[in-house]
């Protein structure tokens, strides 16, 4: 089932909406058993690299990867969908349930769009918010896409593999914000709105449930909150987009995940989508962000 006829108007009114219980504990479970196995793989390395020297094995996916991080920097590198191209991520970018939401709002033609992320919020132990380069400042997400992709609905999907609340860190929100269109954003630390433009609503806090899913307009100003909790955050932002339309990074791939006219065009094949990845990424494009 995808939204309801209420959800598709209230997302279309406020720029946002959380969509409650859409992907079963069944569903997210290989997806981060494929990141656990990732882990493991790193920590072995740097253990035979002598860059660190406990393994601890036997913490769970909330916690494992802190310890690690405590004793080398490089657990983390890299930790993203387009370096990591499991297959269960792959095959999670086609869940039938997620993508039955996606049509509510995108239609029956539908294209997984490139900019997508797999996060590992750590806890910020400091002073204040925890910074832009661990956590991502009030922005708008057309602001990380090329100017060709302005009349493209590229829709956000936003979902936590744990639960995400105001102590693990969860996305602030401005709601009906989306109605302005673009603002004129800054680089340094962090793509953010210009401080001068940035619009007084006041946010609201976007608690979301692990298998909930927050799902914002390109235009809708948002940022994550601190984690001040012992555990990570992991979540995943995934966009997508009507198939032919500008995905905002044409040098990054775009696959066909739905297709009512053509159901052969749907890519399912995994090695594919890896060897996509991989030839882009080797062309090291510069990003053409709007600012
Ligand atoms: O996950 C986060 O903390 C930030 C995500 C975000 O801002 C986005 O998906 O655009």
Redesign the pocket.
């Known amino acids: 089932m995808g939204l309801t006829h209420e959800q598709i108007v209230d997302f279309q009114t406020n720029g946002y909406l959380i969509a409650e219980d859409v992907l079963t504990d069944a569903e997210l479970q290989p997806v981060i058993d494929e990141i656990n196995q990732i882990i493991d793989e790193r920590a072995r390395r740097l253990k035979s690299e002598g860059k660190i020297t406990e393994l601890y094995e036997n913490e769970p996916f909330e916690r494992r990867i802190i310890l690690l991080s405590e004793q080398s920097k490089e657990i983390t590198k890299n930790l993203d969908i387009m370096f990591t191209l499991g297959e269960a991520m792959f095959d999670f970018l086609r869940n039938d349930r997620l993508l039955n939401v996606v049509e509510s709002l995108l239609g029956r033609e539908i294209s997984c769009n490139p900019i997508q992320?797999m996060?590992a919020?750590l806890p910020w132990r400091g002073v204040g918010e925890q910074p832009a380069d661990e956590?991502?400042p009030w922005?708008q997400?057309a602001a990380?896409t090329s100017e060709d992709s302005e009349a493209s609905e590229i829709i956000?999907f936003?979902m936590p593999l744990v639960d995400a609340t105001a102590e693990t860190?969860?996305?602030e929100i401005m709601p009906q914000v989306f109605k302005q269109g673009y603002l004129k954003h800054i680089g340094g630390e962090g793509t953010t709105i210009s401080p001068e433009l940035l619009p007084s609503a006041k946010p609201i806090t976007a608690e979301c449930r692990k298998g909930s899913i927050v799902i914002?307009n390109k235009y809708t100003p948002?940022?994550?909150?601190s984690n001040l909790s012992n555990i990570v955050?992991w979540?995943l932002?995934l966009r997508y987009h009507k198939t032919g339309a500008a995905s905002g990074r044409s040098y990054h791939p775009s696959f066909v995940v739905r297709s009512a006219s053509n159901p052969d065009s749907v890519l399912t094949d995994h090695n594919q989508w890896r060897t996509m990845w991989k030839e882009a990424i080797e062309k090291k494009q510069n990003y053409a962000h709007r600012v």
């Open positions: 992320h996060r919020k956590n991502v922005h997400d990380v956000t936003w860190g969860c996305m914002m948002h940022r994550g909150t955050r979540s932002d």
